[in-house]
């Protein structure tokens, strides 16, 4: 089973950008599609971006659709997220997770402040 480890997170002013990394350890990274999920505050646990095995297809929330890029690099079991723009409403704890068979790390703070 893929484990995954976060990082990147940090407080960053309104329209600035962040890029989150997950390094993945366990066997053929590069067999999963991988997804960014992210929670804020007080909500559920919601869906932000996927890559394909080979990074060729991504996938996108309409929330974070051309402010996010989805990508990966399978010689170093790595995804990142690149956000840009960030907005207040932006601000949770983000995981990436394997799909379909999910694990998931301690996932990483992105605070955005006004």
């Known amino acids: 089973q893929v484990q995954v480890s976060e990082s990147g997170g940090g407080l960053v002013q309104a329209g600035g950008s962040l890029r989150l990394s997950c390094v993945a350890s366990?066997?053929?990274?590069?067999?999963?599609?991988m997804d960014w999920f992210r929670q804020a505050p007080g909500k559920e646990r919601e869906y932000v971006a996927r890559i394909s095995k080979d990074g060729q297809g991504t996938h996108y929330a309409s929330s974070v659709e051309g402010r996010f890029t989805i990508s990966r690099d399978n010689a170093r079991n790595t995804v990142f997220l690149q956000m840009n723009s960030l907005q207040p409403e932006d601000t949770a704890v983000y995981y990436c997770?394997?799909?379909?068979?999910?694990?998931w790390g301690q996932g990483t703070q992105v605070t955005v402040s006004s």
């Open positions: 997770t394997p799909y379909p068979h999910r694990s």
């Open positions: 366990g066997p053929s990274f590069s067999d999963y599609i």
